[in-house]
């Protein structure tokens, strides 16, 4: 439906445009105005998309005879991107209006399209349909003249899409939070099974150094209990020692 169309254009260049030639070039002129006269309406080819349009070559600039206007007369060749619209193709457009006439949809500024609600009796999905929602139409006839705003056509109504484009975002939504949640949960995983890890290696020293402590105050011990002994030992025979000698006295 959008196609490159081309042109051929008469372009006049007034005294004050020439002024400009200081600062520009005649090119950049002739394509200004060019777009001013062509541009976002209806040509013989169809709508004129707005900023597709350029020059591809000029001609010669001339004065008119007996017209005394001081504009100066170029021919231009101009390509753009045109919509033209034919029977059956299918655009999503944005329903700009809705009465017990139908839906009135617009699609790129370009076609402003008729949806008749006699052709749609008992059609829920149409009945739901509200302002601003984007629609699928199929475009049926089409009409326009040169210089007109836009194309006026009518057609048929295939589906809603707005309602199909919430629903991929929520289950676009839905997925996402699905995904931090699995990954908050991993995280809580990594993180519990690290200090699970800390804490058995924390327990382990812990005790290493309590059995350590144990065997060494264990080997103190026996040692004190050796010497009381033997401390014992010598105590009782000063004393025996002693008893024998007061008998023999």
């Not at 007034?14 to 400009?20: A, C």
């Not at 309406?41 to 020059?55: A, M, R, Y």
């Not at 017209?67 to 390509?79: C, E, H, I, P, S």
């Not at 199929?138 to 326009?144: H, T």
Request: hydrophobic letters at 30%; a negative charge; glycine letters at 6%.
């Amino acid at each position: 439906m959008e196609t490159t169309a081309f042109f051929e254009k008469k372009v006049n260049l007034t005294p004050k445009d020439l002024n400009k030639v200081k600062g520009t070039t005649i090119e950049e002129l002739i394509l200004e105005k060019a777009k001013k006269s062509i541009e976002n309406k209806c040509s013989e080819q169809g709508f004129v998309l707005p900023g597709s349009v350029t020059l591809l070559s000029r001609s010669m600039g001339y004065f008119e005879a007996a017209r005394f206007t001081g504009d100066a007369v170029y021919y231009a060749k101009l390509q753009g991107q045109v919509i033209y619209p034919a029977d059956g193709i299918k655009v999503i457009g944005q329903v700009i209006r809705k009465n017990k006439m139908g839906l009135y949809v617009n699609y790129k500024d370009a076609i402003r399209i008729q949806v008749p609600r006699d052709l749609h009796l008992g059609n829920e999905d149409y009945e739901a349909v509200q302002i601003g929602d984007m629609v699928e139409i199929e475009i049926k006839r089409s009409k326009f003249q040169i210089n007109d705003e836009f194309i006026l056509a009518s057609g048929l109504f295939l589906s809603n899409q707005s309602e199909s484009i919430g629903n991929n975002t929520n289950n676009i939504i839905i997925n996402t939070k699905r995904n931090i949640t699995g990954a908050s949960k991993a995280n809580e995983d990594i993180l519990n099974t690290g200090e699970e890890e800390e804490l058995e290696e924390e327990e382990e020293q812990v005790k290493s150094e309590e059995d350590a402590i144990e065997v060494q105050m264990g080997g103190d011990n026996s040692s004190e209990d050796d010497l009381d002994s033997d401390n014992n030992d010598d105590d009782e025979s000063d004393f025996d020692s002693e008893e024998n000698n007061e008998n023999e006295d």
